[in-house]
């Protein structure tokens, strides 16, 4: 069954969950001694099959590290090129070890057609790459002519922030030059905890409550980026917590084209939900239904919020018996929501303006140059 | 548990844990580790991850008694525990065992498909482009539900707010104009050039390159702000939850947001007056923040430098009594103790007032609790009608 108007815009690749930092509570928990990879004819059998939904028009290469690729990641990026599909990278910018070497590393990926680089770092990942990396990386990208995204580790307590970024002279002039100012961006993403509650803290106001749950949007990753795991299974989104969603793994690409799965997942009810309210709206509503239900000041992100959802045994009840009562509500909505899109797959739609960046989940942003810190949102495919 | 030879630290001492599934692999990826010394409650959760051995390093810890916890997608969380002497190396095997899986929390609504497919062949039925957001199909769909449907088994559904308002703001052609039309058919070009001039009085810029590439897509962004707020607070299913100012009171008001923006100072005030001074005004005043959210409205920081010495009143050549000393004005209220007072500690000026403030505070935390639950909406449904979730 082919639902109308839903299609994903956006396949993010993990070729693998090797990667050469380990950091605490990385998403994925990638580390060096992993050695599972997607063999690259795949990956690119994978990118043929997004072409042919037609609807996908970003590819996301993240993992793990995505670099550790090599020369198979330029041929997979000029592969998508092709197709026209953009694509970005995900990384912590490991290989930026100068100038030159950065250059190197870049050069042929900017020819393959990669435009969007995004480099992750905060407290955890300096621990592996220095900071002085990253801002080798982004110079060297910008030089290229690629839109640079640096995604900061963001907790209560942490010693890196935005700012430390800016007052690296190189990166303030980067940042100053008013010709990278559509190229350069810093945002701020919450680090959440991967095993217990307590290993990553984060400031109250970051949580979400009663007060501020009307801010929680509905999950703009769901139904919209899947995801092609090292294991080769297909993910219904690219969030941090995916990996611990038995859910949100849809099947295995190894004998299901990557169209089947998604339609497979798109007649999920509860993916339908948490696409057009949120896991923060739902844990709210389940609470309401059953007290016992503890939400409120423990989620910083849509991520760990969908966790709990699936994995609080009280929310999987009250879904179960009572997710009637949403349903025509929230179809309804979904068909609303996909008939403005431009998802559909019979007609184009209306050209309408674009007056505002991409924004997705609640992050911080800081756009070139330093401070004026604004709400904005990104992306969150940034686990590198 | 066997001890590893060697250790290069006396003093301190290594644990190696080796984690194993049933079927004899090492388990990699999607692990996470917790090792806490039991006397001191240190904790450590890196993934040091030695190679040859396959196993986490957890090097430079005390001696004494640890607890270590794995956690592993697709296995049963293990506990365990190890006493380590001074200088020890020790290594840990941890099998695995696969976790239980739930029964999936999957609901198909491959029985509601016909449903489904009916709300959207109503909406995929207007092919025309045009007509696909100005016919309202959203009303059709209701006016479907109010009436006994004959043909079709669907009933009227329960829509929430967040529906009904998404099904009013993509049905309604000003919106949909605001964000589609070229800014030059949205309003008189008299709105365009003031912004202009505001914009060039109140920053320094940089040169004339700077200048073109800043300033004429802010002086767009502006522009359609002022349109698409004056879209919503028009809107139908919005307009009935707010006080709908007249027209020229929410032109001004949109103005002197506007006008706020280039001013920090005032930026942050301009809330707290509207509460103040206009509290009527405070729903738009919170929808225009809501929005804010899409726009880059803003000069970029550090794209130029604020022009403290320009006046920041101007003269809109449409109002002709609009000129606002928006500086001195932000000035009076930042000094004015009785304003903040007014704000944080109502109960001080006398009974009147303090009924006036309070019935003001409960009139405001009512409105703006029910408008910005709706923009809340309103807002995500605006982003993505703008496609802003989408990679540019």
């Known amino acids: 069954m082919n639902f109308p108007g839903r299609l994903p815009t956006t396949l993010t690749i993990l070729p693998t969950y090797n990667c050469t930092a380990a950091c605490e509570n990385c998403c994925f928990g990638s580390h060096p001694g992993i050695e599972q990879r997607i063999p690259l004819a795949r990956i690119l059998d994978y990118i043929d099959q997004a072409a042919e939904m037609k609807s996908v028009r970003l590819l996301v290469f993240s993992g793990g590290e995505c670099f550790t690729l090599g020369e198979e990641l330029v041929i997979a990026i000029a592969h998508a090129t092709v197709r026209g599909i953009a694509a970005r990278c995900v990384t912590n910018g490991y290989w930026a070890t100068s100038d030159e070497r950065a250059h190197e590393r870049l050069e042929p990926l900017r020819r393959a057609g990669l435009r969007e680089l995004n480099i992750s770092t905060g407290d955890y990942h300096q621990q592996f790459v220095k900071p002085s990396k990253v801002v080798t990386g982004a110079i060297a990208a910008v030089r290229l002519g690629m839109k640079v995204v640096v995604v900061v580790e963001s907790r209560k307590g942490r010693g890196f922030t935005a700012e430390h970024l800016y007052s690296d002279d190189r990166f303030a002039a980067l940042a100053a030059n008013s010709k990278n100012s559509n190229l350069i961006s810093v945002i701020e993403s919450p680090w959440i905890s991967m095993q217990q509650a307590d290993a990553v803290e984060h400031a109250s106001l970051a949580l979400t409550n009663k007060a501020n749950l009307h801010t929680k949007k509905g999950c703009d990753s769901v139904l919209n980026t899947i995801v092609v795991t090292p294991s080769e299974q297909l993910g219904a989104c690219c969030g941090l917590t995916r990996e611990q969603i038995p859910e949100m793994h849809v099947g295995s690409l190894r004998d299901t084209s990557l169209q089947e799965l998604f339609q497979k997942a798109v007649q999920d009810f509860l993916k339908i939900w948490i696409f057009v309210e949120g896991p923060e709206q739902i844990l709210a509503w389940a609470a309401a239904k059953d007290k016992g239900i503890d939400w409120e000041n423990k989620y910083s992100h849509h991520c760990d919020a969908c966790r709990a959802l699936y994995a609080d045994e009280k929310v999987r009840r009250v879904i179960r018996e009572h997710y009637h009562e949403k349903k025509e509500d929230i179809l309804l909505r979904f068909a609303l929501l996909n008939n403005f899109g431009d998802y559909s797959n019979d007609e184009p739609p209306r050209k309408l303006v674009t007056i505002a960046p991409r924004t997705a989940r609640s992050q911080k942003v800081m756009s070139a140059g330093a401070g004026g810190l604004t709400t904005n949102t990104a992306a969150a495919d940034h686990p590198a | ?392």
């Not at chain 2, 196993?55 to 956690?71: D, K, M, T, W």
Request: charged letters at 25%; a neutral charge; proline letters at 5%.
């Open chain 2, 1 to 392: 548990m066997s001890a590893l030879s060697g250790g290069k630290d006396t003093r301190t001492a290594l644990l190696s844990l080796s984690l194993i599934s049933r079927d004899g692999d090492s388990v990699l990826g999607n692990v996470f580790i917790v090792v806490e010394h039991e006397a001191s409650g240190q904790k450590w959760r890196g993934l040091r991850y030695h190679l040859k051995t396959k196993s986490y390093i957890y090097s430079a810890l005390p001696e004494g008694r640890f607890r270590f916890r794995v956690v592993a997608a697709g296995y049963r969380s293990k506990e365990g525990q190890v006493d380590l002497r001074e200088g020890a190396s020790q290594s840990v095997a941890v099998l695995l065992s696969p976790e239980t899986p739930n029964a999936p929390l999957l609901i198909n609504v491959g029985a509601d498909i016909a449903e489904y497919e009916q709300f959207s062949r109503l909406l995929h039925s207007r092919r025309d482009v045009r007509d696909r957001f100005g016919v309202k199909p959203a009303e059709m769909l209701q006016r479907h539900f109010e009436k006994e449907d004959q043909t079709t088994s669907i009933e009227k559904p329960n829509l929430s707010i967040q529906s009904e308002l998404l099904a009013a703001l993509i049905c309604d052609t000003r919106v949909i104009d605001a964000l589609s039309q070229p800014i030059y058919l949205l309003t008189p070009n008299v709105l365009a050039e003031w912004l202009e001039s505001r914009l060039l009085t109140a920053w320094k810029f940089d040169g004339l390159p700077a200048r073109e590439r800043i300033v004429r897509p802010l002086v767009e962004q502006r522009v359609r702000f002022y349109v698409l707020v004056k879209a919503l607070v028009h809107n139908r299913l919005i307009g009935a939850r707010l006080h709908c100012p007249d027209e020229s009171e929410l032109t001004l008001h949109i103005l002197r947001f506007l006008a706020s923006l280039d001013s920090p100072n005032l930026d942050a005030v301009i809330p707290i007056l509207v509460q103040l001074l206009d509290p009527e005004l405070a729903p738009v005043e919170k929808l225009a923040r809501a929005l804010l959210q899409c726009f880059n409205a803003r000069v970029p920081t550090g794209a130029a430098v604020p022009n403290h010495s320009g006046l920041l009143s101007a003269k809109f050549p449409d109002q002709g009594s609009f000129e606002l000393d928006l500086n001195s004005l932000s000035k009076v209220l930042i000094r004015d103790e009785a304003a903040k007072m007014l704000v944080s500690t109502p109960a001080t000026e006398g009974a009147d007032l303090e009924e006036r403030v309070t019935a003001l505070m409960f009139l405001l935390a009512e409105i703006g609790h029910c408008v910005a639950g709706a923009l809340g909406h309103s807002t995500s449904y605006i982003e993505g009608l703008l496609k802003v979730r989408d990679y540019q």
